[in-house]
């Protein structure tokens, strides 16, 4: 089986024996490593449905769109109550910073965005020779 379908599955057999229930909690880190892509919307909406259900999860991912369809819900108030953090570690500052959002798009210092505008620009030079 591949490996994103186990940690699928694994949720599942979490679910039935009982062991994700009301007041529970879950502790997620990259839940989309070896995930096929076209499964994020899946594991974002089971997440979602933990949280319906009482169970209080932590998601570690530094995944574009399994951070938008999670900052998506968050902006359409289907959710639960939710919040996004973005750790930042500076040379000048000692320690890590942290900010809070209630929404994605709340987070000035947001990594992912910062990465994806970055190959962006790369992708316009290397496409276009530079011009807009």
Same mark, same amino acid.
């Given at each position: 089986? =591949?490996?994103?379908?186990?940690? $699928?599955?694994? #949720?599942?057999?979490? &679910? +039935?024996? !009982? ?13 989309? =490593?070896?995930?096929?892509?076209? $499964?994020?919307? #899946?594991?974002?909406? &089971? +997440?979602? !449905? ?19 369809? $999670? ?62």
């Amino acid at each position: 089986m =591949a490996e994103g379908m186990r940690k $699928l599955g694994m #949720l599942d057999y979490l &679910i +039935v024996n !009982g062991s994700l229930t009301d007041n529970g909690f879950l502790l997620w880190d990259e839940p989309e =490593a070896s995930l096929n892509p076209q $499964l994020t919307r #899946l594991t974002g909406d &089971i +997440v979602l !449905g933990l949280a319906r259900s009482g169970v209080q999860s932590w998601i570690a991912t530094h995944d574009y769109l399994l951070t938008s369809e $999670l900052g998506l819900a968050a902006e359409q108030s289907t959710t639960p109550e939710m919040a996004f953090f973005a750790l930042t570690r500076s040379a000048d500052i000692e320690g890590s910073t942290i900010e809070r959002g209630d929404k994605l798009a709340e987070l000035q210092d947001n990594a992912i965005l910062k990465a994806l505008a970055d190959l962006h620009k790369r992708e316009e030079s290397a496409f276009l020779g530079g011009a807009s």
